[in-house]
Structures are given as C-alpha cells and as structure tokens.
C-alpha cells in the first residue's frame, strides 16, 4: 500500500537540543532559563527563522527589544552549532534497513533555517541516502502549512496517500494526516519500529 516514507530530521534521526548551550549559560538556574525559552527565544521565534527569516536579524531584533538579555539571545544562533548533538542512533538503523531493502522511496521533509542547515548535511552522511530533502528555511514556510508538504508532494511527485510521515511534533503529524498521509508520531526507535513492523514496511 505504502511505497514512500518522509521523515522529520530534528528529533527523530538527529539530536539537536538548545540545552545543551544554556544549561551551561543559566548554570542550574532552571527558573531563569524557563523565563528565557518561554518569553524570549521562543519556539515560535525560532520556527519564524525555520520559516526563512534571516537569523541575524531575527538576533538584532530581539537584543532591541530586550538588551538586559544580550548575552542569552547573541547565544541563540551564535553557538548553534553546539545546539547539535549528534545522530539518534537507533532511528537512523531503522533508516538503514528500509534504504537497504529498498522497498519504498525515501524523503525528508524538515523545518530548519537555510543558514544552518549546510552544517547538518556536512555532518551527517545519512542525509544523502534521501531522494530529496524539503528545507523549510529554503522554501520560506514550514510544517504544519499545507504548502510545505504540497512542496514536496509536487516536487517529487509523491501521492500522499502512498505515504509514511514521521515527526515527533504531533501538531505536524495532524496536519500531515489531514492531506492524506499516515502519520506515525515519533516517540522512540522502538516504537517507531513497531509501527513500521505493523504497516509492513521492516515485516
């Protein structure tokens, strides 16, 4: 039934984390940080960046707005790089056995600044294995917009219906399912691989 799995990257095959930077920055002061993530570098500001918004700007921006915190928000993007842990190991041998069988085709649909995302291709072999990476960063939008996945659909002709879609952020999974594709929402290898196992893919 299946002939096509898109998988997420950040989360599901690779480990990228900002606590890695501020638990160092904060030293133990989790209400501080808390503050920090929730008020200031925000999810949503940094998806605005995933979306195509240039990260220096995005930078010079916040420090106006909030130059108590400079020190913090020049972090952000600053040491991304060590924001970038390494792959999730497991994921990516699951990866491995479905491009070795060579049974479905194989695509990535990602949210992810243009700006750093060289880095990860650079770092992490893996990523050639795909037929086609959609970068949310280039195409100026982002998941859960519909017209990130009809990119890619379109791109390189998928039927959604024939389609697997991993993510571990269940907002994009919902939308994902609404355009036609079977959504597994990524908690663990384990359990991804019990799904994969049930929809004949690994069987």
Not at 60 to 80: D, M, N, Q, V
Not at 135 to 148: D, H, N
Request: aromatic share 14%.
């Amino acid at each position: 039934m299946h002939n096509t799995i898109i998988f997420d990257l950040g989360g599901v095959l690779i480990d990228w984390n900002p606590d890695y930077v501020f638990d160092k920055i904060f030293n133990g002061d989790e209400k501080r940080k808390s503050h920090f993530f929730e008020n200031i570098c925000t999810s949503d500001w940094n998806e605005n960046q995933d979306a195509g918004y240039p990260l220096q700007k995005a930078t010079e921006e916040k420090l106006l707005e909030f130059p108590e915190w400079g020190t913090e928000i020049k972090a952000f993007y600053g040491r991304w790089k060590e924001m970038l842990g390494g792959p999730i190991q497991e994921t990516v041998d699951i990866f491995r056995k479905i491009k070795n069988a060579d049974s479905h085709r194989l695509y990535a649909l990602t949210n992810w600044s243009a700006e750093t995302f060289p880095i990860a291709l650079e770092r992490f072999d893996f990523l050639q294995w795909f037929e086609g990476i959609a970068v949310s960063g280039t195409e100026k939008t982002r998941k859960p917009f519909p017209e990130f996945y009809k990119i890619l659909f379109e791109r390189y002709s998928i039927e959604p219906t024939k389609a697997i879609f991993i993510d571990d952020n269940v907002r994009n999974i919902e939308a994902g399912r609404a355009l036609g594709l079977t959504g597994i929402h990524f908690q663990s290898a384990e359990m991804l691989e019990a799904e994969l196992n049930s929809l004949g893919v690994l069987a």
